[in-house]
């Protein structure tokens, strides 16, 4: 399961960014390849470069620059990290697994993550721990073990589903679905997410860690996870 040069591997590392903040498009002029744009806020920048690194390892493509691009309106201070590049074979394929009328979306395929770096890649885009507090009767807070959650907000609850269907079977870790009601451009707008308990929030901890990687930006992101987790096994928690 640790080998990052199995065929399970690669293509689970790619359909974990895809479903998280991966973007990829057919190329207009040439079918047999397909654009792939790697996206995070400027503060996630040695993330945009670990990705990058781990995909001209793995996959030998030539090694794409980095820019910072303004999101937004003229004049917002937000910037973004990003870099893209086109690929065919694999990279292609699994790309069109999850792309319905220029629509990310979870389908079926989702069969084909089966390696644990796929919710590693999930978890470092839309995931978080989640910090939760309690009062003592004496007025003191204290703070109980994090629990784990993933903003599926761009997905169906069919597909939320069925992705969270997969996670059960395949790496036996079970979770609920939320739903969250936004006020969106004057309407109200349904959207899910994944949640955890501790107990599960342990074992999925526990699985992808050694995937996780190891810069400064996801350190801080999981820094109450490390903290209270850490590399401890759940018998010793």
Same mark, same amino acid.
């Given at each position: /399961?640790k080998?990052n040069?199995?065929v399970?591997?690669?293509r689970s %590392?790619?359909?974990? /960014?895809?479903?998280?903040d =991966?973007y990829?498009r057919r190329r207009?002029k040439n079918?047999l390849?397909?654009e792939?744009?790697?996206s995070h806020?400027?503060?996630y920048t040695?993330l945009?470069?670990?990705k990058? +690194?781990?995909?001209?390892k793995?996959f =030998?493509i &030539? #090694? !794409?620059?980095?820019h910072?691009s303004?999101?937004? #309106? $003229?004049?917002? #201070?937000?910037?973004?990290?990003?870099f893209?590049f086109?690929a065919?074979? /694999?990279l292609?394929?699994?790309s069109?697994? *999850?792309?319905?009328?220029?629509?990310k979306?979870?389908? !079926?395929k989702?069969?084909?993550m089966d390696?644990?770096?796929?919710?590693? /890649?999930?978890l470092?885009?839309?995931g978080s721990?989640?910090?939760? #507090?309690?009062?003592h009767k004496?007025?003191?807070?204290?703070?109980? $073990? !994090?629990s784990?959650? @993933?903003a599926?907000?761009?997905f169906?609850?069919?597909?939320?589903e069925?992705?969270?269907?997969h996670?059960s079977?395949? %790496?036996n870790?079970?979770? @609920?679905? &939320?739903p969250e009601?936004?006020?969106?451009r004057?309407?109200?707008k349904?959207y899910y997410?994944?949640? *955890?308990?501790?107990?599960n929030s342990i074992k999925l901890?526990n699985?992808?860690l050694?995937?996780?990687?190891q810069?400064p930006?996801?350190? =801080?992101?999981?820094a109450?996870a490390? +903290?209270?987790f850490?590399?401890?096994s759940?018998r010793?928690?």
């Amino acid at each position: /399961m640790k080998s990052n040069e199995t065929v399970s591997y690669k293509r689970s %590392f790619l359909i974990g /960014m895809i479903l998280g903040d =991966a973007y990829t498009r057919r190329r207009a002029k040439n079918k047999l390849t397909v654009e792939w744009t790697i996206s995070h806020c400027e503060r996630y920048t040695d993330l945009v470069e670990w990705k990058r +690194d781990e995909l001209v390892k793995l996959f =030998a493509i &030539n #090694k !794409p620059l980095i820019h910072l691009s303004h999101n937004g #309106k $003229k004049g917002e #201070k937000f910037k973004k990290s990003l870099f893209s590049f086109t690929a065919g074979r /694999m990279l292609r394929i699994t790309s069109q697994w *999850f792309s319905k009328n220029n629509r990310k979306c979870i389908t !079926p395929k989702i069969r084909f993550m089966d390696h644990p770096v796929g919710l590693a /890649m999930l978890l470092c885009d839309d995931g978080s721990a989640r910090k939760r #507090k309690e009062f003592h009767k004496d007025g003191s807070i204290y703070y109980l $073990k !994090p629990s784990f959650t @993933i903003a599926t907000h761009s997905f169906s609850l069919e597909e939320v589903e069925r992705l969270l269907s997969h996670i059960s079977l395949v %790496f036996n870790i079970d979770g @609920i679905i &939320n739903p969250e009601r936004r006020l969106r451009r004057g309407e109200i707008k349904e959207y899910y997410r994944i949640n *955890f308990n501790v107990e599960n929030s342990i074992k999925l901890w526990n699985l992808v860690l050694p995937y996780i990687p190891q810069i400064p930006s996801i350190n =801080a992101k999981f820094a109450y996870a490390y +903290d209270r987790f850490g590399y401890c096994s759940r018998r010793d928690l």
